[in-house]
């Protein structure tokens, strides 16, 4: 714990004070929208962007990850607890907190047991087909919002109010272009280009504070136009308010949120700790993550993140400790306690436009184009996971998009590469006789394994070693290369002791050659070596050269 904080110099002062403030300020409208998706009141985004940096700040390793609410965790946290309670009531608020205490001590468990490893286990494009999913149906739930009509799940049936549109639309259209074309102007306007890209990043307070403006001096709200609504004033109390009958629902969705949160935040750090080059410990993450949500539970928010846009900004900013954070949240209580009438005249078409250019740059197809390319397996579980979003619900999505990639995995390992082996002319080279011009030698088949051996491919194994031998009928001598395989388990042990028994009935020799080291260690201790049908060689070379005596005496 605030091993930073032992370290710190009065030089980091500045750059964490700026970067405190330009969060704060990006903070206001980005939590409050991201509470709107999770079917909360406005201010609930606020309380969740107070308490959690503070606690991170204690237990993380990232130096510069700003912790709080984001999209993706708040679509979830909608489609969890929007079946259990009505949006906008007591009980939603109080489940919205459970969730993310359920999901907070999912983490911390994680954390003490060492867990971090499982990060691992959702590849880049199941994340990318998830990510595009979500950020597609947070759009589309936007829309009501934008256009001011009732929130209705036939789209084809949305009422447009024209002041509303009006104002949604042109705020849309300020944020994407400021988002095109304002990094470029503030440049031009003399600002240096890092101040230009946290600028740029700041146009959504910009158009908010402009809407707010307008809502004040216009009668568009006496029109229609729908505003946030009052906004309490002061901190949020600490209290764990919990409802007993919920926590059967809740366990196993605060796992799955518990999982996603972990990942983003890993994914969002790990950038900038690389451009940093610091260390990131993935167990300090799981921990510094798991307390920020017990803390969001006890101050009224709901499940929060690192996000990667903010922690971009807070890294551009100038941010080089989490006292950046510190400052954020001081800031963002500070808002709380100072009057917040401005606030209660945020219109809700302003906070979608915002909510729905925020999403549109998660909408990145780089990743799929690669895969399409490089790994059609990869593809299909990006394209399972963003149609499992859009048409199952984000939880389905997830459970397919990671069913997929595993099930992909396991395909891949149950069917491994076996290469037929020969001799590059005049070297002691030896490479796949279907990708180089190598000399094979009669009697003599050289088989290189190109994976572990275990209880899912050793009949696979077992099988494409026959189909060759039948291929080359007049084998006298059999070398499996073993320079590939990094660990044998006990089926494959056994299959390689039938296969051994096998050909030695038939009078064919069994050989290993480059076995590793840990390998021949554990085989040491079985029976294998003993009957073995044949030699241990060093080399592949050594090999063949010595067994083509053995043809050559026979």
């Not at 500045?14 to 969060?23: C, E, T, Y």
């Not at 259209?173 to 095109?180: D, F, P, V």
């Not at 307070?205 to 729908?226: I, K």
């Not at 051994?500 to 009935?505: A, G, P």
Request: one cysteine or more; aromatic letters at 6%; glycine letters at 10%.
């Amino acid at each position: 714990m605030l091993q930073w904080l032992r370290h710190y110099r009065r030089a980091q002062l500045p750059g964490d004070i700026s970067a405190g403030l330009v969060v704060a300020m990006m903070m206001i409208p980005q939590g409050m929208a991201y509470a709107i998706v999770a079917g909360l009141p406005p201010v609930a985004g606020i309380y969740a962007s107070i308490l959690p940096p503070l606690v991170y700040a204690l237990f993380g390793s990232s130096m510069t990850q700003s912790v709080g609410p984001m999209a993706i965790v708040s679509l979830m946290t909608a489609a969890v607890i929007g079946p259990l309670a009505a949006a906008g009531s007591g009980l939603y608020t109080v489940l919205a907190a459970q969730l993310a205490l359920v999901a907070g001590a999912v983490l911390l468990l994680c954390g003490a047991l060492r867990m971090g490893f499982l990060a691992n286990f959702f590849s880049r494009p199941v994340m990318g087909g998830f990510t595009f999913g979500s950020a597609v149906v947070i759009a589309l739930g936007q829309l009501h919002a934008l256009l001011g009509a009732d929130a209705l799940h036939d789209l084809s049936k949305l009422q447009v109010h024209a002041p509303s549109a009006l104002l949604g639309g042109a705020s849309l259209l300020a944020l994407l272009l400021a988002k095109r074309y304002m990094a470029a102007l503030l440049r031009r306007c003399g600002l240096p280009t890092a101040a230009a890209e946290i600028g740029a990043r700041l146009a959504p307070m910009l158009v908010v504070l402009t809407a707010t403006a307008l809502m004040a001096w216009s009668d568009l709200p006496a029109r229609g136009v729908r505003l946030t609504g009052a906004v309490p004033a002061g901190l949020p109390g600490l209290n764990l308010a919990i409802s007993a009958a919920h926590w059967r629902p809740l366990l196993q969705p605060g796992l799955l949120i518990g999982f996603i949160v972990f990942l983003m935040s890993m994914s969002a750090a790990q950038t900038l700790a690389l451009k940093r080059n610091e260390k990131l410990l993935s167990n300090h993450e799981l921990v510094g993550l798991g307390a920020a949500n017990v803390a969001s539970a006890l101050s009224g928010g709901f499940p929060v993140t690192g996000s990667i846009s903010r922690s971009a900004v807070n890294f551009a900013a100038g941010a080089n400790t989490p006292l950046a954070s510190v400052f954020t949240s001081l800031l963002l209580a500070g808002a709380l306690v100072a009057p917040t009438g401005w606030l209660a005249l945020l219109p809700l078409p302003t906070l979608a436009a915002t909510i729905i250019v925020a999403v549109l740059g998660m909408l990145e197809f780089d990743t799929l184009r690669l895969a399409w390319r490089y790994d059609r397996g990869d593809a299909a579980a990006w394209l399972a996971s963003g149609v499992g979003v859009l048409a199952l619900g984000v939880e389905a999505g997830v459970v397919i998009g990671v069913a997929l990639s595993m099930g992909t995995l396991i395909w891949r390992a149950s069917r491994p590469h076996i290469a037929v082996l020969g001799r590059i002319a005049g070297s002691e080279h030896f490479r796949n006789i279907e990708r180089y011009p190598a000399e094979t030698q009669p009697g003599l088949l050289m088989l290189r394994v190109d994976a572990n051996l275990f209880f899912g491919n050793a009949e696979a194994v077992s099988e494409r070693v026959e189909e060759e031998l039948r291929g080359h009928p007049g084998t006298r001598h059999l070398v499996l290369v073993m320079s590939a395989v990094s660990s044998i388990d006990t089926t494959a042990l056994f299959a390689l002791g039938e296969l051994n028994e096998n050909l030695k009935r038939r009078g064919i020799g069994v050989h290993l050659a480059e076995v590793k080291g840990p390998v021949l260690d554990r085989l040491r201790h079985s029976e294998l070596l003993a009957r073995l049908n044949g030699r241990l060689f060093l080399s592949t070379a050594m090999a063949c050269d010595e067994l083509q005596r053995f043809l050559v005496v026979e």
